[in-house]
């Protein structure tokens, strides 16, 4: 039989520990890093502040949330916002971004991220109405619809789609680049444009803004 030297025992015992402890703290540490990166990646992008009627959000896990009246449910990148025949709502993204959206308008919020221009919140509109403010400083944002684009920094405008995908564009305040497959138009203050499924965007035309969004005095009160 061997028998081991004191030395070579106490060796065997310390190294076992260590082995142990520094199992424990990975376990330990596991938890609270992922949590915190969980936390990072999950950070609300907006606020809805504000419904009337039925205001659905529905989540990435499929789980739908509602708002009615005044309030602050936070929003997130890829959440679903949906409003039905009798209902609009108000959000507000946290770099001051307003968008207001009309009765049967469903859009989801995302971003794109360039290495010269940072991050560009970018709404994929598929039917309904929006109203967005994006006055006060630069506010990189685009809106898609299923036949036209919408990129803006500084400006208030309305983005109507209807069910056949057709997007009239009508600019209360700024300039907006309106752009279809075929072909990009700056419509300026006052102006209305139309984009159609395999056109280019039409010629702006002047236009009386007050009616267009005159949809948006209750919600925004």
């Given at each position: ?22 199992c ?8 609270l ?16 502040t504000?419904?009337i009627?039925?205001?659905?959000v ?5 789980i ?8 602050a ?9 949906r409003?039905?025949?009798s209902?609009?709502?108000m ?20 971003s ?8 560009t ?5 598929k ?29 208030e ?10 997007s ?18 700056p ?31 209750g919600?925004?009160?």
């Amino acid at each position: 039989m061997t028998v081991k030297e004191p030395t070579e025992v106490a060796h065997h015992t310390w190294t076992q520990q260590t082995f142990m402890f520094l199992c424990l703290l990975g376990l330990f540490w596991l938890p609270l890093n992922s949590m915190d990166l969980a936390l990072a990646a999950g950070d609300a992008v907006g606020t809805a502040t504000n419904a009337i009627g039925g205001f659905i959000v529905v989540r990435t896990d499929g789980i739908e949330e509602q708002l009615e009246g005044k309030g602050a449910l936070p929003l997130f990148e890829g959440d679903v916002l949906r409003t039905d025949g009798s209902s609009q709502a108000m959000i507000e993204f946290n770099n001051g971004i307003k968008v207001a959206l009309n009765e049967n308008t469903m859009f989801t919020i995302l971003s794109r991220w360039e290495k010269d221009k940072g991050y560009t919140r970018v709404l994929r509109l598929k039917h309904g109405e929006v109203w967005v403010d994006t006055q006060g400083g630069p506010k990189p944002l685009e809106i898609e619809t299923p036949v036209a684009t919408a990129a803006v920094k500084g400006t208030e405008f309305d983005l109507l789609v209807s069910p056949d995908g057709q997007s009239t564009l009508t600019v209360i305040s700024g300039v907006v680049e309106f752009g279809t497959a075929f072909g990009t138009c700056p419509i300026k203050t006052s102006k209305i444009s139309y984009g159609n499924r395999g056109k280019k965007c039409t010629k702006p035309q002047p236009t009386n803004v007050s009616p267009t969004i005159a949809w948006t005095q209750g919600i925004r009160q």
